[in-house]
């Protein structure tokens, strides 16, 4: 049982591993009576949650070499859909992507699409690749419209999210965009100014005609044919001009792509039947509270797990290394150098490191004064067993 203090009062803290722990194997056998079946990928990392830090998994033994006291140290499960290995996950992400970033301004630009379309997304998964490849050709298509005889090239970032605030199925996507592009005269060019509505036009015209080569079906012909005449501006795309790049939207558009959807303090209460969480809304500042069968918050956390192999964070233009103009790319300055980004790998892989920077404490401190030193390191047959099953099956 965990406790944490909000307004200086102490409150219970509830879990997501603690959620899933309690109900999984009954929200398989529910499933198994509905007909419905539950993707390989998503049983294996619930499980994965659900073992972790469990010493039945494995774990290191330290033993002081004054006192001889011994610690034991549990063995983590490296899933990016748990909220204790998922954070160190997306800052080892952010980290890397605004190393990668020149050092000039960058806009936050997102792709939505209509809830129309939502239901198909979620029925195929494979046709979420469509979306990084359309808002690419939206980019590219705004970008060749400057120039046709330089055809400059720009560089961003593409990061898929599946969700809204509410944990609904909701895919959309951020991107990093960089204000410079290059030409074929290798020579570099800013753009700050982006023709909004004709982003919004084309974003629309590329969605709807790669969803209409893959969906080749007269309902969904008849669907496009009503979105265009509903949205007659074209599907709704955020790109606010910024004067100078903000890091703190690296770490909006990984934190979810490599972290679980929901963060455990947003959970206010669960009975054990139904959990209640909060969330904001999109443009309004009130904080609401929704309450759901803990059956349905399974599902609203499960639907986000992504497919094996499958990249939620795609880089495209001169941030590409397959792209011709990456060469040109290495020349500029970076936004971080490869000395600091050194020390800050190092920071961030050690979880001793990690503990010390977030409470000031060294866990393999003894009380004697005296440092912990690594004795053992006792490993899991089953968990070997079960990697082998799950990666050569």
Same mark, same amino acid.
């Given at each position: 049982?965990?406790?944490?203090?909000?307004?200086?009062?102490?409150?219970?803290? /509830?879990?997501?591993?603690? #959620?899933?722990?309690?109900?999984?194997?009954?929200?398989?056998?529910?499933?198994?009576?509905?007909?419905?079946?539950?993707? $390989?990928?998503?049983?294996?990392?619930?499980?994965? #949650?659900?073992?972790?830090?469990?010493?039945?998994?494995?774990?290191?033994?330290?033993?002081? @070499?004054?006192?001889?006291?011994?610690?034991?140290? @549990?063995?983590?499960?490296?899933?990016?859909?748990?909220?204790?290995?998922?954070?160190?996950?997306?800052?080892?992400?952010?980290?890397?992507?605004?190393?990668?970033?020149?050092?000039?301004?960058?806009?936050?630009?997102?792709?939505?699409?209509?809830? *129309?379309?939502? &239901?198909?997304?979620?029925?195929?998964?494979?046709?979420?690749?469509?979306?990084?490849? !359309?808002?690419?050709?939206?980019?590219?298509?705004?970008?060749? $419209?400057?120039?046709?005889?330089?055809?400059?090239?720009?560089?961003?970032?593409?990061?898929?999210?599946?969700?809204?605030?509410?944990?609904?199925?909701? &895919?959309?996507?951020?991107?990093?965009?960089?204000?410079? *592009?290059?030409?074929?005269?290798?020579?570099? $060019?800013?753009?700050?100014?982006?023709?909004?509505?004709?982003?919004?036009?084309?974003?629309?015209?590329?969605?709807?005609?790669?969803?209409?080569?893959?969906?080749?079906? @007269? !309902?969904?012909?008849?669907? !496009?044919?009503?979105? /265009?005449?509903?949205?007659?501006?074209?599907?709704?795309?955020?790109?606010?001009?910024?004067?100078?790049?903000?890091?703190?939207?690296?770490?909006?558009?990984?934190?979810?792509?490599?972290? &679980?959807?929901?963060?455990q303090s947003r959970i206010k209460s669960y009975d054990g039947k139904s959990v209640a969480f909060t969330y904001t809304p999109h443009g309004s500042q009130q904080l609401l509270e929704e309450t759901v069968l803990v059956s349905e918050f399974i599902k609203r956390l499960i639907i986000h797990i992504p497919d094996r192999n499958f990249k939620m964070i795609r880089y495209f233009g001169f941030?590409?290394?397959?792209?011709?103009?990456?060469?040109?790319?290495?020349?500029?300055?970076?936004?971080?150098? @490869?000395?600091?980004?050194?020390?800050?790998?190092?920071?961030?892989?050690?979880?001793?490191?990690?503990? /010390?920077?977030?409470?000031?404490?060294? &866990?393999?401190?003894?009380?004697?004064?005296?440092?912990?030193?690594?004795?053992?390191?006792?490993?899991?047959?089953?968990?070997?067993?079960?990697?082998?099953?799950?990666?050569?099956?």
């Open positions: 049982m965990k406790w944490h203090t909000v307004n200086n009062q102490i409150a219970r803290k /509830y879990t997501i591993k603690e #959620i899933f722990t309690a109900h999984w194997h009954m929200f398989i056998c529910e499933m198994g009576t509905k007909g419905k079946t539950i993707r $390989k990928v998503i049983r294996q990392e619930v499980e994965k #949650i659900i073992g972790c830090q469990r010493l039945e998994n494995g774990f290191a033994l330290y033993e002081c @070499p004054t006192c001889h006291q011994t610690k034991i140290v @549990p063995f983590t499960c490296k899933s990016r859909f748990c909220n204790t290995c998922g954070a160190k996950y997306s800052k080892d992400r952010a980290l890397n992507m605004s190393a990668k970033l020149i050092y000039c301004q960058h806009r936050h630009v997102v792709f939505t699409i209509p809830e *129309a379309l939502r &239901p198909y997304f979620a029925h195929d998964r494979t046709l979420l690749d469509l979306l990084f490849k !359309a808002a690419a050709d939206t980019i590219y298509y705004c970008f060749a $419209k400057r120039s046709k005889s330089e055809a400059y090239t720009p560089g961003f970032i593409s990061a898929l999210h599946t969700f809204g605030r509410d944990l609904k199925w909701n &895919p959309h996507i951020h991107m990093i965009l960089c204000a410079e *592009a290059v030409g074929k005269s290798r020579r570099w $060019k800013s753009f700050s100014h982006i023709n909004y509505e004709g982003l919004r036009r084309s974003w629309q015209f590329c969605l709807l005609k790669l969803m209409q080569e893959e969906i080749k079906s @007269p !309902a969904f012909k008849s669907l !496009a044919g009503k979105l /265009y005449a509903g949205h007659s501006n074209g599907f709704y795309v955020n790109a606010p001009p910024v004067k100078h790049f903000n890091a703190g939207a690296v770490n909006y558009i990984v934190r979810y792509a490599g972290r &679980p959807v929901l963060a941030y590409s290394c397959r792209h011709a103009m990456h060469a040109l790319y290495k020349l500029r300055e970076k936004r971080i150098d @490869p000395s600091t980004l050194v020390n800050l790998r190092k920071t961030n892989n050690s979880w001793r490191k990690r503990i /010390y920077r977030s409470f000031l404490l060294d &866990p393999l401190k003894c009380v004697c004064g005296a440092f912990f030193e690594l004795a053992d390191k006792f490993i899991s047959y089953r968990k070997i067993r079960d990697y082998l099953r799950y990666n050569t099956s």
